[in-house]
């Protein structure tokens, strides 16, 4: 083969592995977001409906890493990514009850995943959440959490670190959440 050979199949290489769809990890529930929960005292609580802001113009739910299109496992929608990480949250802090008559739901505002940085990666997620009780708003606010790690301009290590951190950016934003004096006492008995 010559030299132009090569150049080309590993540029087609290159393009055709760029375009590939990587698949977000599932969430894993952080252990000291779940400790925090456990400790505040609060009651059982339902999961209620989780959906995208339809006034925003940016998709929350199309997220890219170097052009390559990164997915979420649940349904391929980061909104079900935010509900299944409450989810998983409550349920890890045994404080899941599906026939409680208090409910979290929520709105994904904001998704913004950033692996193209040379020397640093950054997500960035918003949320607003919202707790009723009896049909009674008790809870109603927006959080939202930044985060950053070490990146490369090589795209073979960029691009998983990019995918493996975007977890992290969620755990934070739920972190804040529940760390919120207001909505601990909307889940309190």
């Given at each position: 083969m010559s030299n132009v050979t090569n150049i080309t199949a590993a540029v087609f290489m290159a393009l055709s592995l760029g375009a590939c769809a990587l698949a977000a990890p599932k969430y894993n529930a952080s252990m000291e977001n779940v400790g925090n929960l456990?400790?505040?005292?609060?009651?059982?609580?339902?999961?209620g409906k989780f959906t995208a802001d339809p006034a925003?113009?940016?998709?929350?739910?199309?997220?890219?890493?170097?052009?390559?299109?990164y997915e979420s496992p649940y349904d391929k929608s980061f909104v079900a990514y935010l509900e299944e990480a409450v989810r998983q949250e409550l349920d890890d802090a045994r404080l899941l009850d599906a026939g409680t008559n208090t409910e979290v739901s929520g709105v994904l505002l904001r998704?913004?995943?950033?692996?193209?940085?040379?020397?640093?990666?950054?997500?960035d997620i918003e949320a607003r959440f919202m707790v009723k009780r009896d049909g009674t708003a008790r809870y109603d606010k927006v959080q939202s959490a930044h985060h950053e790690w070490e990146s490369s301009f090589l795209g073979a290590k960029a691009i998983p670190a990019a995918a493996q951190n975007y977890p992290t950016v969620v755990q934070k934003l739920l972190a804040k959440l529940f760390g919120d004096s207001d909505f601990l006492a909307a889940l309190r008995p």
């Open positions: 456990r400790d505040a005292g609060l009651g059982k609580v339902k999961v925003s113009k940016n998709n929350v739910n199309r997220l890219t890493i170097r052009g390559g299109s998704n913004d995943l950033d692996g193209s940085g040379i020397s640093t990666g950054k997500a």
